[in-house]
């Protein structure tokens, strides 16, 4: 059964970190590009980021300098580190898994998706 899970969500002040796990089951990770999306309560879900099986990654102008994806494919999962994290980040944060090499910030590419974990940056 193909399944990811994500972990690490939370709530966390202004100004401070997270990383987000995307354990994989059910398939080998290191053979899909991985994203990462959030969507915020009222609004659509927003492609943040994505690393290809390549590793090259790439970073939606809302989190580039401040968030970095990486895969560790001994250990089936992905993260995303978040750093300087801003009230405007709170969110549900998915990850997603695809083949497809083109439009990797659109949902509609990845056919495979977590559940999501929330992510609330507050003072």
């Known amino acids: 059964q193909v399944q990811l899970v994500e972990s690490g969500g939370g709530l966390v002040q202004p100004g401070g970190s997270l990383r987000l796990s995307c354990a994989a089951s059910?398939?080998?990770?290191?053979?899909?590009?991985i994203g990462w999306f959030r969507q915020a309560q009222g609004k659509e879900r927003e492609g943040i980021s994505y690393i290809r099986t390549t590793d090259i990654s790439n970073y939606a102008a809302s989190v580039k300098g401040r968030f970095t994806i990486s895969r560790d494919n001994s250990e089936n999962t992905a993260y995303l580190q978040m750093n300087s994290l801003k009230p405007e980040d709170t969110a549900v944060y998915y990850c997603?898994?695809?083949?497809?090499?083109?439009?990797?910030?659109?949902?509609?590419?990845?056919?495979?998706w977590g559940q999501g974990t929330q992510v609330t940056v507050s003072s």
């Open positions: 059910g398939f080998t990770l290191e053979t899909y590009t």
């Open positions: 997603a898994a695809t083949r497809l090499p083109l439009r990797l910030f659109s949902a509609s590419a990845y056919n495979y």
